[in-house]
């Protein structure tokens, strides 16, 4: 469904310019559901607007939906569905004409445009909406209308930019069931950027990192996760001195550094339930006693942190365009260890 490589684009800009994606290569197949994640700025708007030929490549090359962006995006185009980041409907058309409109758009006579509109609506629980227009919708049910749009010249492939972005916990639960529902019911291939990592080590079967413009990591969450991050081990010390002594045997057990905060050493190992006791039986051998301790699997943050020394959730924080309280990336608990 799509097959890219050695795609690159940069952008002009005063002075010099951008190297917004730097060579990505990229094979997704019919049915899968990819989750394509990155910090902002690292190339993931760029990247889906390159495979939905709205955006030339600087170099590179790329056929989607079994049609070359470049020489053929009128094909690509007829082929797949793309929802932006912004709003797709206008203000003046009530729901439904905005469908037809859209399905007169590709073709469709009156009659199949109309037909076409009533499936979509149904398809995304939107018909008690019809006679509205989109400026009076809720922001889930906006959202849904964008999909519907996208959806409806049956597009066996779909790409959408951060589609639960900005709506309330229900909203982008309800926004997922139905991305879930197009994919078991008319085995749609989806390729989507989100930058909630919770859905897309939940939703997605595949998960896509990029940073800087490359791509850093492709697999399975579990994969990734597995490979790449490990499980965590957290305990708490009593004393300044207790610290420093654990911090000690947690890297002669592991040969690396341990993370280090204020009292509490947190320290990555393949197998948490094996390695905890032993390194609580070394600590105390060595006299020092954790006060708690807690083990953790690794979450997708931790993949990216592993293969770039930041947190993806660090750099979603620091989001000036992402204005959403119920943002989960914003939610930086830390972890508190149960006392041992
Ligand atoms: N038209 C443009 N002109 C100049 N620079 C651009 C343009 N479009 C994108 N860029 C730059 O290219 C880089 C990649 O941007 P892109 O929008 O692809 O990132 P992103 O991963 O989608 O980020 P976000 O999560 O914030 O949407 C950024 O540095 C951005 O500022």
Same mark, same amino acid.
């Given at each position: 469904?799509?097959?890219?490589?050695?795609?690159?684009?940069?952008?002009?800009?005063?002075?010099?310019?951008?190297?917004?994606?730097?060579?990505?290569?990229?094979?997704?197949?019919?049915?899968?559901?990819?989750?394509?994640?990155?910090?902002?700025?690292?190339?993931?708007?760029?990247?889906?607007?390159?495979?939905?030929?709205?955006?030339?490549?600087?170099?590179?090359?790329?056929?989607?939906?079994?049609?070359?962006?470049? #020489?053929?995006?009128?094909?690509?185009?007829?082929?797949?569905?793309?929802?932006?980041? #912004?709003?797709?409907?206008?203000?003046?058309?009530?729901?439904?004409?905005?469908?037809?409109?859209?399905?007169?758009?590709?073709?469709?006579?009156?009659?199949?445009?109309?037909?076409?509109?009533?499936?979509?609506?149904?398809?995304?629980?939107?018909?008690?909406?019809?006679?509205?227009?989109?400026?009076?919708?809720?922001?889930?049910?906006?959202?849904?209308?964008?999909?519907?749009?996208?959806?409806?010249?049956?597009?066996?492939?779909?790409?959408?930019?951060?589609?639960?972005?900005?709506?309330?916990?229900?909203?982008?639960?309800?926004?997922?069931?139905?991305?879930?529902?197009?994919?078991?019911?008319?085995?749609?291939?989806?390729?989507?950027?989100?930058?909630?990592?919770?859905?897309?080590?939940?939703?997605?079967?595949?998960?896509?990192?990029?940073?800087?413009?490359?791509?850093?990591?492709?697999?399975?969450?579990?994969?990734?996760?597995?490979?790449?991050?490990?499980?965590?081990?957290?305990?708490?010390?009593?004393?300044?001195?207790?610290?420093?002594?654990?911090?000690?045997?947690?890297?002669?057990?592991?040969?690396?550094?341990?993370?280090?905060?204020?009292?509490?050493?947190?320290?990555?190992?393949?197998?948490?339930?094996?390695?905890?006791?032993?390194?609580?039986?070394?600590?105390?051998?060595?006299?020092?006693?954790?006060?708690?301790?807690?083990?953790?699997?690794?979450?997708?943050?931790?993949?990216?942190?592993?293969?770039?020394?930041?947190?993806?959730?660090?750099?979603?924080?620091?989001?000036?365009?992402?204005?959403?309280?119920?943002?989960?990336? #914003?939610? #930086?608990?830390?972890?508190?260890?149960?006392?041992?």
């Amino acid at each position: 469904m799509i097959h890219a490589r050695g795609l690159t684009r940069s952008f002009k800009i005063k002075g010099g310019a951008v190297e917004a994606v730097r060579g990505i290569d990229i094979d997704v197949e019919a049915g899968q559901l990819v989750a394509f994640l990155g910090p902002n700025g690292a190339g993931k708007s760029t990247s889906l607007r390159m495979l939905t030929s709205l955006l030339p490549p600087t170099s590179g090359t790329a056929t989607v939906a079994g049609h070359d962006i470049v #020489k053929n995006p009128g094909a690509v185009r007829a082929r797949i569905g793309y929802i932006g980041q #912004k709003n797709g409907a206008g203000e003046n058309f009530r729901v439904r004409d905005e469908l037809v409109t859209q399905g007169r758009c590709y073709g469709l006579t009156r009659t199949e445009a109309r037909a076409r509109a009533d499936e979509v609506l149904a398809q995304l629980d939107l018909e008690a909406l019809a006679v509205r227009k989109p400026g009076t919708l809720s922001g889930g049910q906006r959202r849904r209308l964008d999909i519907a749009l996208g959806l409806v010249h049956r597009p066996g492939l779909l790409f959408l930019d951060e589609p639960s972005t900005g709506l309330d916990p229900q909203s982008r639960a309800n926004i997922w069931e139905h991305i879930l529902r197009l994919r078991a019911d008319h085995g749609t291939t989806l390729f989507l950027t989100t930058h909630y990592l919770e859905e897309a080590d939940s939703m997605a079967e595949r998960v896509i990192i990029i940073d800087h413009g490359r791509i850093i990591a492709d697999g399975t969450a579990a994969q990734l996760k597995s490979d790449l991050a490990g499980d965590r081990i957290t305990v708490a010390l009593a004393t300044e001195s207790d610290t420093a002594r654990a911090a000690a045997i947690a890297e002669r057990m592991t040969g690396s550094a341990p993370t280090v905060t204020g009292d509490v050493v947190q320290l990555r190992v393949p197998h948490a339930g094996a390695a905890l006791p032993e390194y609580l039986r070394a600590l105390e051998s060595a006299g020092t006693k954790a006060t708690a301790a807690e083990t953790s699997r690794p979450t997708l943050d931790d993949v990216f942190l592993a293969l770039t020394g930041r947190s993806l959730r660090e750099s979603e924080t620091t989001n000036p365009t992402s204005a959403d309280p119920t943002d989960p990336a #914003k939610d #930086k608990s830390t972890t508190t260890p149960t006392p041992v």
